[in-house]
Structures are given as structure tokens and as C-alpha cells.
């Protein structure tokens, strides 16, 4: 059975930081890319974050330069460092496992909510 589960959300305030992590289980991690979604309320759950099954990472230009994805393929672990935090960076932020192939297998976790307000 695959599992994420999200970890670390909470309250923030403006300009403040969090870092949110999620564990992968029932899954070969290392041969997974994984993202960092997020979903604010009234709007679509957009891609934040992405980092290859090699460590290459991309970003939404939202979040450049202020958030930081990795991963520690030896804890099946991906890590979502947010620094300068803003209310606009309020959502509820999820973990998504993805390997493509002949099928391709994409998993979800349940979610963690990350509120920035003073």
C-alpha cells in the first residue's frame, strides 16, 4: 500500500519560514519524482516545487527564490524549505510521487495546511 504522508504546516507569520516534509512509503522512492503542490482556497492546485529522481529541481516562479525543495532518497523523504513567507503563500500544500513509464503511477498524500498571516 502507497502512502505520503505530509508533515510540518502550520502557522506562520508574514516573513517568517517553515520547512514541511513528506514520507513516501510502498514505493521505490529513489526511481520517483516527487513534487510540492498547493491549493488555496477558491483556487486549482498548482505545482510549486519538482524534483527529479536524479535531484534536478524546477520552480514556479511564485515561489523562486524564497522555497527549496530536496530529498533524502535514504529516508524516503522530500523536504519543502519556505522562507519569506506571505498570506499569499496560505494553501494547503501536498506531496505528489510520480513515475512514468509504460504506466504511468502517480500518487497523492493527504495534505498539510500553511497558513501566513500576523
Known amino acids: 500500500q502507497v502512502q505520503l504522508v505530509e508533515s510540518g504546516g502550520g502557522l506562520v507569520q508574514p516573513g517568517g519560514s517553515l520547512r514541511v516534509s513528506c514520507v513516501a512509503s510502498g514505493i521505490i522512492f529513489r526511481s520517483y519524482a516527487m513534487g510540492w503542490y498547493r491549493q488555496a482556497p477558491g483556487k486549482q492546485r498548482e505545482l510549486i516545487a519538482g524534483?527529479?529522481?536524479?535531484?534536478?529541481?524546477k520552480y514556479a516562479d511564485s515561489v523562486k527564490g524564497r522555497f527549496t525543495i530536496s530529498r533524502d532518497n535514504a529516508k524516503n523523504t522530500v523536504y519543502l524549505q519556505m522562507n519569506s513567507l506571505t498570506p499569499e503563500d496560505t494553501a494547503v500544500y501536498y506531496c505528489?510521487?510520480?513515475?512514468?513509464?509504460?504506466?504511468?503511477?502517480?500518487?497523492w498524500g493527504q495534505g498539510t495546511p500553511v497558513t501566513v498571516s500576523s
Open positions: 524534483i527529479s529522481s536524479e535531484g534536478n529541481t
Open positions: 505528489n510521487a510520480e513515475r512514468k513509464g509504460t504506466v504511468i503511477r502517480s500518487y
